[in-house]
């Protein structure tokens, strides 16, 4: 096996420059640290872990102690535990017992032998935590299961929950219940247990309950549906048993008693049992967030805190059984989300009998349907998107007041900051957001991270290689990352630019014109395109000339999938798009960072739906948007890949896991300060021919047909021809 003096050797530098590049230390210049890399891989040289881990005195690897991954429930908390570790520097090893004493003491010698830095576990020991301190496991987090004598264990509050389920039960007018557990020695079934028993005793109903393992599962279900009277309802402590019980009914079983059981959270309706879920990512990441911070001595952790319930949620509407069917019909721009909407909405029609249909046009055909809307009753709503609502919002919609007094009171339930931003107008409620969407800075982290480029970098430009804060570092990264200015750039472009269109080079522009100031128009509504700002903004574009792919740069797909391909090392992308990048397509699905967009004054997009002001039927379009709005609704559609204003979606795991960007996204609604409307302006603004307008005066100034000032100059006077500033 090769050896450092071996790589020193073959690179022609000194052992201490080997091991410093080797281990990440060390002011070593880039083309040292390229040969060292080189000199290693030809040799075949892999770093001993374990000598690293012995000077070090432990690992930086987090164990992770499970039963098994047949639940889902542990599936989500391992999950949502890797992702946060790995994101805070550590690696993740998964000990899996089978609920077994022996296995899980192998797991702790494994713990033991790889000195690993903390531990996660679901214990099946009842030995007060002796076997991990033996083996001197010293930052150690029970989950769910105390090891006994009271020892306290993160987890959720399931006395409150077995209470819960028969509480639910009752109602639903059970006489005969049962329970299947896993042993009664986990405190939380214990927990359950008594919590069922307790309201289920009051009213005079005795639970048969059975103890089961997973080996065993089938069989002693068998044995409680062909009890002499067969229970009219079963509890279930473990989401596992709750598929093999349903699957033995749905074949074997004449009967049909209801189920009852723990859950984790889904995104998606699942049906078939009464699922009273818990968030076992959230509870993932709370485990791991306490053993780092005992880890890196962070002070005292918070006392343990049983985590609530969610208890079952419904995707059904807000409305009491099935009315005389009737058609919604949407009127909206055709993009992929439109798919989205119209899958979800087949929910809404099998529990209400409303159909939900979609007229979908070409941008183009929009406008066309728009500019004539006041005159017919064929749309009871219509989806607009950015670029349009500030134009057509008092012509199309209904002021929702009219239709629900209260209804301001559902901005509660969104993300803050989105009432003025897609929804009034002249201070009056017309709409409410459906895809909002705020613009980010993503970058390939690999890059970012790699030690040969940072040093790279810090030799030409004297700084370190960070997200950029200013589009002038943005600028000198795309340059950097750019193969025909630096051939040893692994992507071929640095960055992309979406210019296909007049609106969205306007987009291009005006962001990088916000991250200078707030303002596009002086105190008298005037438009400031010829400003300093206005013509740093347009160097900035024409600076990024041979940083681009000029063949995908048509549309934001493009550049989202550019970016997605691996080819580009930087993008500001729109946070409602970006789905893509985590598709089984994309090549860097694993290595995405993000950060603020730069200048801190993000672009906002997205959609708003309201109530067409000729629609029959405002009532029931109410019902309608208030189900899109739900939680349950918006997560379904996040997960999909959509954005929602929901501000409860946004702590789903299941969809932050998968894009963790959308937590800065929506933190960006309240922080962006960017708007195109003049501020004096009470009528409607045609904000699509103010991008038209600013968008050609790019293309021009960018493909070197006229001279940046000259554009700039010319798209001043043509805005001020159009919109003349009100009285």
């Not at 079934?189 to 005793?201: A, C, I, M, P, T």
């Not at 599962?217 to 002499?228: K, N, P, R, T």
């Not at 306007?506 to 105190?523: G, I, M, N, V, W």
């Not at 080819?567 to 860097?588: D, G, P, Q």
């Amino acid at each position: 096996m090769a050896t450092i003096k071996d790589i020193a050797r073959a690179a022609g530098v000194s052992q201490g420059t080997v091991s410093n590049v080797l281990n990440g230390k060390g002011n070593v210049s880039s083309t040292k640290i390229r040969q060292v890399q080189q000199a290693a891989q030809q040799l075949g040289y892999a770093l001993n872990q374990r000598a690293q881990v012995l000077r070090r005195g432990s690992s930086k690897t987090l164990a992770v102690v499970l039963p098994s991954l047949y639940n889902r429930c542990y599936v989500d908390f391992f999950t949502s535990f890797r992702n946060y570790a790995q994101n805070c520097g550590y690696q993740v090893s998964l000990l899996l017992t089978d609920d077994q004493p022996e296995k899980e003491e192998r797991a702790i010698g494994e713990i033991q032998s790889g000195m690993m830095a903390g531990t996660a576990a679901f214990t099946c020991l009842h030995d007060d935590g002796a076997a991990y301190a033996a083996a001197g496991v010293q930052h150690i987090c029970f989950v769910e299961r105390s090891p006994g004598s009271g020892a306290p264990a993160l987890g959720f509050d399931y006395y409150a929950l077995g209470c819960d389920m028969a509480r639910r039960a009752i109602a639903d007018g059970c006489r005969n219940p049962a329970a299947l557990l896993e042993s009664h020695a986990f405190s939380s079934q214990s927990e359950l247990l008594r919590g069922l028993r307790d309201v289920l005793d009051a009213r005079g109903l005795p639970l048969t309950c059975r103890q089961t393992e997973s080996s065993q599962c089938a069989g002693d279900a068998f044995d409680l549906l062909g009890a002499e009277v067969a229970p009219d309802a079963i509890f279930i402590g473990n989401y596992a048993f709750a598929q093999t019980l349903r699957s033995i009914i749905r074949h074997f079983h004449e009967g049909s008693p209801r189920l009852y059981s723990v859950s984790p959270l889904f995104a998606l309706p699942m049906g078939d049992f009464t699922e009273f879920e818990m968030n076992y990512r959230l509870l993932g990441r709370r485990a791991a967030e306490r053993l780092i911070a005992l880890i890196e001595d962070e002070g005292a952790p918070a006392p343990l805190q049983a985590l609530p319930v969610d208890g079952v949620r419904s995707w059904l509407p807000p409305v009491c059984g099935k009315r005389k069917a009737r058609r919604l019909s949407i009127l909206t721009q055709d993009s992929p989300s439109i798919n989205i909407l119209r899958n979800v909405s087949r929910l809404y029609t099998r529990e209400t009998g409303t159909e939900i249909s979609f007229a979908a046009y070409s941008y183009d055909g929009l406008s066309e349907v728009l500019s004539s809307i006041e005159n017919t009753a064929a749309f009871d709503l219509a989806r607009l998107d950015s670029k349009r609502w500030p134009y057509y919002m008092e012509r199309v919609y209904t002021p929702l007041k009219e239709i629900d007094p209260d209804i301001e009171r559902i901005f509660d339930t969104f993300v803050p900051g989105l009432s003025r931003k897609y929804s009034h107008m002249n201070g009056t409620l017309y709409a409410l957001p459906n895809t909002t969407s705020a613009q980010l800075l993503f970058y390939r982290r690999d890059l970012f991270e790699n030690t040969a480029f940072r040093r790279r970098y810090t030799e030409l430009y004297n700084c370190e290689l960070l997200p950029p804060t200013t589009y002038q570092e943005y600028n000198r990264i795309a340059r950097f990352f750019t193969r025909a200015f630096n051939p040893d750039s692994p992507v071929e472009f640095g960055t992309g630019l979406t210019l296909g269109s007049a609106s969205e080079a306007a987009k291009e522009f005006l962001s990088r014109y916000f991250s200078h100031t707030d303002t596009l128009y002086d105190d008298d509504g005037h438009i400031l395109l010829t400003s300093p700002e206005a013509v740093q903004a347009m160097q900035e574009l024409i600076d990024l000339h041979g940083c681009i792919d000029p063949t995908h740069c048509a549309t934001w797909k493009d550049t989202i999938d550019h970016f997605a391909s691996g080819n580009a090392a930087i993008a500001v992308l729109y946070s409602n798009f970006t789905s893509n990048i985590m598709s089984s397509n994309s090549r860097i699905s694993d290595r995405i960072g993000y950060a603020m967009v730069p200048g801190g004054n993000p672009m906002l997009g997205g959609s708003t739906i309201g109530i067409c002001r000729r629609s029959e039927q405002k009532e029931e379009a109410l019902r309608f948007l208030r189900w899109l709005c739900r939680e349950e609704t918006a997560t379904t559609m996040m997960l999909m890949g959509t954005t929602s204003p929901c501000s409860k979606a946004y702590e789903n795991l299941e969809v932050i896991d998968r894009c963790p960007w959308l937590l800065m996204a929506r933190d960006c609604f309240a922080l962006s300060r960017a708007s195109h409307i003049p501020p004096m302006r009470v009528s409607s603004f045609d904000e699509q021919r103010f991008l038209n307008i600013l968008g050609m005066a790019v293309n021009t100034a960018y493909s070197g047909v006229m001279s940046m000032e000259d554009t700039l100059k010319f798209a001043q006077t043509t805005f001020e021809k159009a919109f003349k500033p009100e009285d």
